[in-house]
């Protein structure tokens, strides 16, 4: 049971690694524009917050996907499309510092992003595997591209 389990986790992970390669994750390093520097530390504290905010719900996504509990997938999902934290504890001087600074493609990113976490909540309400599958490496796809192109400099791993 347990190592049917971890079969296809790996299965899936393998699946989402492909997708990722072979998308445009592969994005040229010099596109890259790093947006952290920019930001005044507040703004860097909460965007941090809600990286590490989404980083455990989306691995907690991964595990309850490969467990077949589509309302924990459902629940996660909706979280991540739901937090916004850098919105929600934006005052409106930083609302106006991050549409400054950021460049345009951030902010549309941001969006596609929470709209993709919302389109996985969905599949897994319907209980459509096949789709939650899709949907999440779609996610995971969207987590690397974003930082090939605005966070190289935190991920030296997008930087070459
Ligand atoms: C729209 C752009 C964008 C998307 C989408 C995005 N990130 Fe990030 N992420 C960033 C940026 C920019 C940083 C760098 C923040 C810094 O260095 O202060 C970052 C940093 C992080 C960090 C490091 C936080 C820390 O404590 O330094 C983690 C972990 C992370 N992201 C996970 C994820 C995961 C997982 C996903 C997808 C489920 C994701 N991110 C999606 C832009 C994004």
């Known amino acids: 049971m347990m190592h049917k389990l971890r079969t ?7 699946n989402v690694v492909l997708l ?24 860097q504290e909460l965007l941090r917050k809600e990286m590490q905010f989404i980083d455990e719900a989306s691995q907690n996504i991964l595990t309850a996907l490969v467990a077949g509990s589509d309302a924990q997938v459902a629940t996660l999902a909706q979280q991540i499309h ?15 510092h991050l549409v400054t600074v950021a460049p345009e493609g951030f902010v549309q990113r941001d969006r596609d992003f929470h709209q993709v976490a919302a389109e996985l909540a969905a599949a897994a309400r319907t209980g459509n595997r096949a789709l939650q599958h899709q949907q999440f490496g779609r996610m995971i796809e969207a987590c690397s591209t974003c930082h090939a192109l605005y966070a190289s400099d935190r991920f030296s791993g997008f930087s070459e």
Do not use: C, W, Y
Request: glycine share 2%; hydrophobic share 40%.
């Open 8 to 14: 296809r986790k790996l299965f899936i992970l393998f």
């Open 20 to 43: 990722v390669i072979a998308s445009d994750g592969l994005v040229l390093a010099h596109d890259s524009e790093s947006l952290s520097p920019r930001l005044t530390p507040r703004l």
């Open 82 to 96: 739901d937090s916004f934290i850098l919105r929600q504890s934006m005052t409106p001087e930083d609302k106006n």
